[in-house]
């Protein structure tokens, strides 16, 4: 089972149709709540892959680490799946809430506290977890494939009943994602 996920906003790669949001593809009669989670948890990790592989792309820099703060850091199946899916070490502090220091950081700088970014290099370090990556490369990207795959899929999904109703540019799109997903080389 996959979740399409699809962010907004001006690093979401591949999701600018607003009609895919968020489509479950692969449920069976044997899905159960935990699988849905599990593959909303999954698009995540997809949809930062994605992102930092164009990230890697535009800027020609490869990543050495990930590190990582906030709520979904808290899951060690989150952080581990993300280690596996862009094959580089994911770092997360052991204080996790990180808004509240990078204030204080700022504060320390206006007064003059800390004078050079380097000074900060142990800062929020003790303790922390790192997750390295476990899965192999090829299953990897076999996943990877398969989430994209189910991203082609959602895309325009309501381009025929938008056409029938007679919105002009649901066969362009419809055109755009046989296109994309031709250029990606997957059948749709």
Request: proline share 3%.
């Amino acid at each position: 089972m996959r979740m399409a996920r699809c962010v907004r906003g001006p690093l979401s790669q591949d999701c600018r149709d607003a009609h895919a949001n968020g489509p479950a593809v692969g449920i069976t009669h044997h899905t159960e709540r935990g699988h849905i989670a599990r593959a909303t948890l999954e698009a995540v990790c997809f949809q930062t892959k994605a992102i930092l592989d164009a990230m890697e792309k535009d800027s020609g820099h490869k990543l050495a680490e990930l590190k990582v703060d906030g709520g979904m850091s808290n899951s060690a199946l989150c952080m581990q799946t993300q280690a596996d899916l862009v094959a580089i070490p994911i770092v997360r502090p052991k204080m996790r809430e990180t808004t509240a220091l990078g204030a204080a950081i700022a504060a320390g700088f206006a007064t003059q506290v800390w004078k050079s970014f380097d000074e900060l290099k142990e800062v929020n370090t003790a303790g922390q977890t790192v997750f390295e990556p476990k899965m192999p490369a090829r299953d990897s990207a076999r996943l990877f494939r398969r989430w994209e795959k189910a991203v082609m899929m959602c895309k325009g999904w309501l381009a025929e009943e938008e056409e029938a109703e007679g919105k002009e540019d649901a066969a362009e799109m419809r055109e755009n994602v046989e296109r994309e997903g031709q250029e990606q080389g997957l059948k749709l």
